[in-house]
């Protein structure tokens, strides 16, 4: 398949909303990361979602939406505290999981009765939507293991020649995905981390808000270990070809640490990137487009700054970044 290159103009928008309107395949800018997009209500689109990233069919994809009204066409029940976080954070890096209507394919949520929803900020993601004129079922625009794209480019590296379209929009501004929050019990519980935060979540609600325990245990496929809830988190994710090694501790401490192994590493012939990032903003817009740059470049090995513990916005950058590293973690 011939893969189109389009525009952020309207013209082409319309163009992209066919191609989805037809059960086609277009990639499109968000905040977070590039999506791969299909007609969330049709299982053939689902489906071919599935093919083209070769990810795992019990993974369910997030269902796009251009306004919070579009939320009762797609959930059984918006209940009153998901509706006051919708209100507060959409549009934005949050996703709601909310008991699903039938209308929604089981191909799309992976067999749940239940459909993760968000409503993106970027425009150009709402316009798609619009134009398309039905939800748009849309996972992370990447062959299924590496690292999210943050760029265009990077998907046409994953993509090129397996979808219909892919818009070449502007880089992510988040970087990392979207908040999944399960809102169909009482208390909202985070399954993925992101930019949008527990004490967000409290802040707007007034009531305590926790992360999926299996999330914060670290490797899932270990024997007696919990089952986390976002079926995608047990999956390893966002892994660079070269390997990666985490340098934990003191930031002083951390990159003397990595500059001394890195020069004895390279004087032994190896092609090694070092990544050091000061705060957690810049590590979530970064870090994937670095892991990509390393891999680009050759790299056989990746020595990278963990983020230090306590922030929860460091704790949702470091769940992405413990999996790249594969839990391979140095205390310095
Ligand atoms: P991605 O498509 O790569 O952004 O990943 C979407 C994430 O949302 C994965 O971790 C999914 O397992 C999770 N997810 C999507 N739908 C649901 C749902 N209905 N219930 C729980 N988690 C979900
Ligand atoms: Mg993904």
Not at 83 to 89: D, G, S
Request: charged share 25%.
């Amino acid at each position: 398949m011939k893969t189109q290159y389009l525009t952020t103009s309207d013209e082409d928008l319309k163009i992209a909303a066919e191609i989805i309107k037809s059960g086609g395949l277009v990639a499109f800018p968000t905040e977070t990361v590039y999506g791969l997009g299909g007609n969330a209500l049709s299982a053939f689109a689902s489906k071919a979602i599935y093919e083209a990233k070769g990810r795992p069919s019990d993974n369910p994809l997030i269902v796009h939406i251009s306004c919070t009204e579009e939320v009762d066409d797609i959930a059984m029940r918006f209940p009153d505290n998901a509706r006051k976080l919708a209100e507060a954070l959409w549009p934005g890096p949050m996703t709601l999981v909310l008991p699903k209507f039938d209308v929604v394919p089981d191909a799309t949520t992976g067999g749940l009765d239940t459909v993760a929803i968000r409503c993106p900020l970027n425009e150009t993601a709402r316009k798609l939507i619009k134009y398309a004129g039905v939800p748009i079922a849309a996972p992370s625009a990447n062959t299924s293991g590496r690292p999210s794209p943050t760029k265009w480019e990077h998907v046409k590296h994953d993509l090129d020649g397996k979808i219909d379209a892919i818009i070449m929009g502007e880089p992510c501004i988040g970087g990392i995905e979207s908040t999944v929050i399960d809102m169909t019990e009482e208390l909202p519980m985070i399954l993925r981390p992101g930019l949008i935060t527990p004490e967000i979540v409290t802040k707007i609600l007034g009531l305590p808000c926790d992360y999926d325990p299996a999330i914060k245990e670290g490797p899932s496929d270990s024997e007696g270990k919990l089952v986390p809830r976002a079926p995608g988190m047990k999956y390893k994710h966002y892994a660079p070809k070269a390997q990666m090694n985490l340098y934990s501790g003191s930031f002083e401490n951390v990159k003397k640490a990595i500059n001394e192994e890195a020069e004895k590493l390279k004087q032994e012939g190896a092609n090694v990137v070092t990544i050091i990032y000061e705060d957690a903003e810049t590590a979530a817009r970064n870090l994937f487009a670095d892991l990509r740059n390393a891999d680009d470049g050759g790299a056989d090995i990746i020595l990278a700054s963990a983020l230090p513990s306590g922030e929860s916005l460091n704790y949702s950058v470091m769940n992405r970044m413990l999996k790249s590293a594969g839990y391979n973690v140095i205390e310095v």
